[in-house]
């Protein structure tokens, strides 16, 4: 569905992608592994069309990708929930759900928030409340479910597991494999290698802006190098 | 099927109670003369009567198709043709009493208040209009009153060229080309935030006061003024000013409903998600330099039209309208009332607009200093720094803080 062929991009004049190439196909889970500062947000908000490819090209469904800005690339359906979360502190978090529907007609709300309170029950108790005055847990919650709302063909995911509890971790991981078994392909951009290979199909190794291994997430998670450098173990 | 018939009958009920006092002035006040008689005068009354009947025949076919159907199909051929009055329809239940209350005022304020009650009514239209910018969107316009004065200047160059212009005719393209005039000042802007921005908005619009004070197309620091044709006709039975009036007070509703219909709709709701985080709202689809273009350019098309209105109601117009003290009591309106917040910014207006005009009238001000409005600036300074420190949000605050201090409790 989505190919990235020998992308480079980067910030002005530094080059931080190194010629990417990663592939992801219909109803699959693939994670971007790396270490700190290897380039994953560069790829994804570069599949975001927020950083533009100074060479390289991106397909989507076999056409090339041409956007120059991210509602473009909504557009075509793919979402990215952002490093950091980014949720709106100041509005509801019935106002951001809505933003995050912001492209479709009013009159598919209802049936957008049915299905994404279902996901996330929690969010319908706190519709009326203040994205801002969530726990970072919820937070998160909130940030994926507004990507939801848009609809989208394939979600892309920066770090959800950063700063949470590991039993939070765990719940939104399980939240994450519900929505691709529904068939939404996911591009899981994650630190925390272990969980992300236990939910994934397929792994990526990111370091210092070029792909190092590619395999399945079994193999990824058998190999000596991915448990020396991302698992912790010796 | 019932109760809708009993709102409507208890609607009616409640609205003739209200205006039953305005009648009854109305029907003891001589227009002529400006007293009060002591007599009934019939002939005034009966005028005085069939206008209360349109108003109460307009009230109860809004307040009749309000309570008939809650939610509107607007879909339906025959509803199509009415899309436009939407906004009207849509609003909570006491609007149309408001409304009748409101525009009825023309018949029993004095000629003094009246003139307030316009200029009240184009300071509300300015608070509103730059509350789009700065409250929803959060881009701080500091030269706001250049779009005001472009209005202004507008309708009365084009009277000169066009004789005979009228205000019902004018009024489109006022609001047109001063959305035309905003989205372009707008395009160089966007690149910039916060204070660069309000800079260049300074900027531009010192400009345009030099400019427009300077050309002799523009009457250079004379000014312009209306020639009698183009001024406002009054309605048969009311003086100009009532007319104006009314005029004014239909401008503040209809405008007053369009920015409430679009700050509910995903229009505002994606001026609100800039405001708030303008890189969360570009990846959530938001075209971020498409709606601050055009929260630009429906804000400057108000203040244009504002500026119109002012010209019919002072029928002159001369540079300092456009002087940097005028954008400056805007802000300061808004910022007082609450950015963002619609009613909050409306009440920041009557607040610093009739509070100065109060003082400047008292005795007791009068006696302490005769020049006092030339400390009008100064108090402004005082109050908005007071504001910052007491109630950063703004009187009425827009409806987020009281979300966060009810969550507190
Ligand atoms: N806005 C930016 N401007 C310049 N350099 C940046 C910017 N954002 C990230 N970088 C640099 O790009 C490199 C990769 O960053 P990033 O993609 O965020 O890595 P990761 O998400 O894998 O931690 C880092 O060296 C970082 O310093
Ligand atoms: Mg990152």
């Given amino acids: 569905m989505l190919r990235l062929s020998n992308i480079h991009a980067g910030y002005g004049y530094s080059e931080v992608l190194k010629g990417i190439n990663l592939e992801l196909n219909a109803r699959e889970i693939v994670t971007l592994l790396g270490a700190n500062g290897a380039g994953k947000t560069t790829t994804l908000l570069t599949i975001a069309g927020v950083v533009q490819p100074q060479s390289g090209k991106i397909f989507w469904n076999n056409a090339p990708l041409i956007a120059s800005s991210p509602d473009e690339v909504l557009s075509h359906g793919i979402c990215l929930s952002p490093e950091g979360r980014h949720i709106f502190p100041r509005l509801t978090v019935l106002e951001n759900l809505l933003i995050g529907a912001y492209r479709m007609p009013s009159s598919h ?50 770090e959800p597991s ?73 | 099927m019932f109760t809708r018939l009993r709102n409507y009958i208890l609607g009616f009920l409640g609205l003739a109670f209200i205006t039953f006092p305005f009648l009854w002035l109305s029907l003891k006040y001589n227009y002529a003369t400006g007293n009060v008689a002591t007599v009934l005068n019939w002939a005034h009354g009966v005028k005085f009567f069939s206008n209360l009947t ?57 000629h003094k208040s009246l003139g307030l009650g316009c200029m009240l009514g184009i300071y509300m239209i300015l608070a509103l ?114 007319t104006t009036y009314i005029i004014v007070t239909v401008f503040l509703f209809v405008i007053l409903f369009a920015i409430r219909r679009l700050y509910l709709s995903p229009i505002g709701r994606a001026w609100v998600a800039i405001r708030e985080d303008e890189v969360a709202a570009n990846s959530m689809g938001i075209d971020v330099v498409r709606m601050k273009l055009l929260a630009f350019a429906i804000s ?26 005028q954008s400056v009591i805007i802000l300061a309106m808004v910022v007082l009332g609450g950015l963002g917040s619609i009613y909050g910014v409306m009440l920041g207006a009557a607040l610093l607009y009739l509070i100065p005009e109060f003082l400047r009238d008292s005795q007791l001000i009068q006696d302490f200093s005769p020049n006092f409005s030339d400390y009008r600036l100064l108090i402004f300074g005082a109050i908005m720094v ?18 966060e201090i009810k969550r507190d409790t």
């Fill in chain 1, 162 to 234: 950063l700063g949470l509890a590991p039993q939070i971790v765990a719940r939104i991981f399980e939240i994450i494999k519900a929505i691709n078994r529904e068939g939404i392909p996911i591009l899981l951009v994650e630190q925390n290698a272990r969980e992300a290979l236990r939910i994934a199909n397929r792994g990526y190794v990111l370091v210092t802006g070029q792909i190092v291994l590619s395999d399945t997430a079994e193999n990824l998670l058998a190999s000596d190098e991915v448990r020396r450098a991302y698992l912790g173990e010796s």
């Fill in chain 2, 54 to 110: 349109v108003a109460f025949a307009i009230v109860a076919i809004l307040m009749a198709l309000h309570y008939s159907n809650k939610k509107w199909n607007w879909s339906h051929p025959i509803l199509l043709t009415l899309r436009p009055l939407a906004p009207l329809v849509e609003q909570p239940w006491w609007t149309p009493f408001l409304m009748v209350v409101v525009l009825s005022a023309a018949f029993y304020l004095d």
């Fill in chain 2, 300 to 325: 400057a098309g108000i203040g244009a039209v504002a500026g119109m209105l002012f010209i019919l109601y002072s029928s002159y117009i001369n540079p300092a309208t456009a002087a940097f003290e």
């Fill in chain 2, 129 to 242: 209009g730059l509350n789009i910018t700065i409250g929803f969107t959060g881009l701080l316009v500091l030269g706001y009153a250049a779009f005001y004065a472009f209005g202004a200047y507008l309708f009365a160059l084009a009277q000169q060229y066009i004789p005979g212009l009228q205000w019902w005719v004018a009024f489109p393209f006022i609001f047109v080309l001063g959305s035309a005039l905003g989205w372009v000042i707008g395009l160089p802007c966007l690149r910039l935030r916060g204070d660069y921005l309000a800079i260049v908005t300074l900027g531009f619009a010192e400009s345009f006061k030099e400019l427009i004070g300077n050309l002799n197309l523009t009457g250079s620091d004379i000014g312009l003024s209306l020639s009698a044709r183009s001024m406002v006709k009054a309605i048969p039975g009311l003086t100009v000013l009532q």
């Fill in chain 1, 109 to 158: 709300h209802q049936t957008k928030l049915d299905r994404v309170y279902n996901y996330f029950p929690l969010l319908a108790e706190r519709k009326n409340q203040l994205g801002g005055t969530l726990s970072g847990g919820e937070q998160q919650m909130l940030a994926i479910a507004r990507a939801l709302m848009s609809e989208p063909k394939l979600l892309l995911l920066d």
């Fill in chain 2, 386 to 403: 007071a504001m910052m420190l007491l109630r950063p949000q703004g009187l009425l605050g827009s409806h987020r803080h009281k979300h």
